[in-house]
């Protein structure tokens, strides 16, 4: 399901999209299918189609609801607003507890990759995320964006600033959002009956027109003792700390600080999982 407003929902059976009405049933409840739902349809002879059934899902986000998406493309800018490391490291933790593969977009390759650039490319692409820098303005690595969108469903997350909707644009010239349009549509406050809608990629993927993460906070469910496991790139050490249930806080013998005194995880992600572990710890205390 590609969009639903107004009782009608674009449903598409590549490379035809239907325009259905949801079986009455489903209607009781029409919050219940989201952008992103696989469902079955049947079309009549006249080519109207109805939503029979919402096949389970395998992933949601909320804020904006999307359902099924498999990637979060996370975009900063190389400058102009200059990257944000903490945001990059909060992103990529609420995209792994959703469940969702993540990439790192530095856009605004144009304006020049300086040291700091340079060296979070590194800390990406040695944490195991795919990296890829781009420039919306002159086209450069539009070809490697295009492909890591190919034939999936992905939300981009990300400041607004960076270029969203000029990535989007120019990799989808139908398109035609506003620059600062993509961010102009997050919900602020009051703009909370907004539509998400898919947008069809010609390399066949699916794009969410709004970004996803609008909530900043770290979610409520999250454990303390789950967001050792949401860096990716602590996971081989974390077994071999010396406490079980190590926080590779001031524990003792804690593998995963020896890792970053060796360089092989990157001071800035440790003390960036430093900040988000307090964050849960904070919110925990308020909680009672
Ligand atoms: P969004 O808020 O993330 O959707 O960002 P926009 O697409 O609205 O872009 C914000 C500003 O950055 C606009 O003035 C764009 O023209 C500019 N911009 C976007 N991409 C690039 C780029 O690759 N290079 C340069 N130099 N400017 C860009
Ligand atoms: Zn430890």
Same mark, same amino acid.
């Given at each position: 399901?590609?969009?639903?407003?107004?009782?009608?929902?674009?449903?598409?059976?590549?490379?035809?999209?239907?325009?259905?009405?949801?079986?009455?049933?489903?209607?009781?409840?029409?919050?219940?299918?989201?952008?992103?739902?696989?469902?079955?349809?049947?079309?009549?002879?006249?080519?109207?189609?109805?939503?029979?059934?919402?096949?389970?899902?395998?992933?949601?986000?909320?804020?904006?609801?999307?359902?099924?998406?498999?990637?979060?493309?996370?975009?900063?800018?190389?400058?102009?607003?200059?990257?944000?490391?903490?945001?990059?490291?909060?992103?990529?933790?609420?995209?792994?507890?959703?469940?969702?593969?993540?990439?790192?977009?530095?856009?605004?390759?144009?304006?020049?990759?300086?040291?700091?650039?340079?060296?979070?490319?590194?800390?990406?692409?040695?944490?195991?995320?795919?990296?890829?820098?781009?420039?919306?303005?002159?086209?450069?690595?539009?070809?490697?964006?295009?492909?890591?969108?190919? @034939?999936?469903?992905?939300?981009?997350? @990300?400041?607004?600033?960076?270029?969203?909707?000029?990535?989007?644009?120019?990799?989808?010239?139908?398109?035609?959002?506003?620059?600062?349009?993509?961010?102009?549509?997050?919900?602020?406050?009051?703009?909370?009956?907004?539509?998400?809608?898919?947008?069809?990629?010609?390399? @066949?993927?699916?794009?969410?027109?709004?970004?996803?993460?609008?909530?900043?906070?770290?979610?409520?469910?999250?454990?303390?003792?789950?967001?050792?496991?949401?860096?990716?790139?602590?996971?081989?050490?974390?077994?071999?700390?010396?406490?079980?249930?190590?926080?590779?806080?001031?524990?003792?013998?804690?593998?995963?600080?020896?890792?970053?005194?060796?360089?092989?995880?990157?001071?800035?992600?440790?003390?960036?999982?430093?900040?988000?572990?307090?964050?849960?710890?904070?919110?925990?205390?308020?909680?009672?």
């Amino acid at each position: 399901m590609l969009k639903g407003v107004g009782g009608f929902y674009s449903v598409l059976v590549s490379p035809m999209v239907y325009q259905c009405r949801l079986r009455g049933r489903l209607r009781l409840d029409e919050r219940r299918v989201l952008p992103g739902d696989r469902v079955v349809v049947s079309i009549d002879s006249s080519g109207q189609g109805i939503v029979e059934k919402i096949l389970p899902r395998q992933t949601q986000l909320f804020r904006p609801s999307v359902a099924n998406v498999d990637q979060a493309v996370i975009v900063q800018a190389v400058a102009e607003p200059p990257p944000n490391a903490l945001l990059i490291d909060r992103l990529l933790v609420l995209a792994e507890h959703a469940g969702l593969e993540a990439v790192v977009v530095f856009n605004k390759a144009d304006l020049g990759l300086d040291s700091e650039v340079s060296e979070l490319i590194g800390v990406y692409r040695n944490a195991g995320y795919p990296v890829i820098t781009t420039s919306a303005k002159t086209g450069k690595g539009l070809d490697d964006l295009k492909q890591v969108f190919a @034939g999936r469903v992905s939300t981009l997350a @990300g400041p607004s600033g960076v270029g969203k909707s000029s990535l989007i644009n120019a990799i989808l010239p139908g398109a035609n959002l506003q620059t600062g349009a993509v961010s102009q549509r997050l919900g602020r406050g009051k703009h909370t009956t907004r539509h998400v809608e898919l947008l069809q990629l010609a390399g @066949g993927g699916l794009l969410a027109d709004t970004p996803g993460f609008s909530q900043l906070v770290l979610p409520s469910d999250l454990e303390k003792a789950r967001l050792q496991e949401l860096f990716i790139e602590f996971r081989p050490f974390a077994g071999d700390c010396r406490f079980t249930g190590c926080l590779h806080f001031k524990e003792p013998d804690c593998a995963v600080r020896e890792a970053v005194s060796r360089g092989e995880i990157a001071q800035r992600r440790y003390d960036n999982y430093l900040v988000l572990l307090e964050e849960l710890l904070d919110n925990e205390q308020n909680r009672y």
